[in-house]
């Protein structure tokens, strides 16, 4: 059960490539050399105002990566084994079932390498002015928002999502009735919600 922050963690940290870092993860106080050194890996130097503060910086929970083709990896296997039914039918499909085997796992693994390519390119960042969300393989999508045309976020608990205590943030700004931007399958969703919550109520003007 995800637990809410009870702690304020917002302490800011040196100034690194023009920011500052508050040494705080989803509500828990971090150690700040090793955040800084996460948050110079994870995030191009230019994206960051000068100044601005990192609230929360954020990727996706390692679940992330067996979850999302969970449905593909079902469907493989199912095909997989159906080819095999048919083969012990009399069915030539041109293999043996060892074969029918190693291609199934040979599909599955490169869905899961390019997932985790998927995961690997995906960070969530709140800072004291603005959200920001990074996702792409080939092609690299940034959205950012300032705290003050967030309209609306939602908490969204799908029921899988919940057997492995993950949860989505969804952004909407104002004018839209739909989320422009997603934080997908985040650690204890609850207490990351409260937090952006709380900094869009401090730091929106």
Not at 37 to 48: D, F, N, Q, T, V
Not at 87 to 95: F, I, S, V
């Amino acid at each position: 059960m995800a637990r809410h922050p009870t702690t304020n963690t917002s302490t800011e940290a040196k100034p690194t490539g023009g920011h500052t870092l508050a040494a705080a993860e989803a509500g828990d106080a971090t150690d700040t050399e090793p955040m800084l050194a996460r948050a110079s890996a994870m995030l191009p130097a230019e994206l960051l105002q000068p100044g601005e503060v990192i609230i929360l910086l954020l990727k996706p929970s390692a679940w992330f990566i067996v979850l999302v083709p969970l449905r593909f990896i079902a469907v493989t296997l199912l095909c997989a084994a159906l080819a095999v039914l048919l083969q012990r039918k009399g069915y030539d499909l041109g293999a043996d079932r060892y074969d029918l085997a190693l291609i199934a796992l040979g599909v599955i693994g490169v869905r899961l390498f390019w997932q985790v390519l998927d995961w690997l390119g995906r960070v969530y960042v709140l800072t004291d002015q603005r959200i920001i969300r990074i996702r792409g393989v080939l092609n690299v999508q940034v959205f950012e928002c300032p705290l003050q045309k967030v309209q609306q976020t939602d908490l969204i608990l799908p029921l899988m999502q919940r057997f492995f205590w993950l949860g989505t943030i969804g952004f909407a700004t104002a004018g839209t009735a739909v989320h422009e931007a997603y934080w997908f399958m985040i650690a204890r969703p609850l207490e990351v919600h409260a937090k952006v919550v709380e900094t869009m109520r401090r730091y929106r003007r």
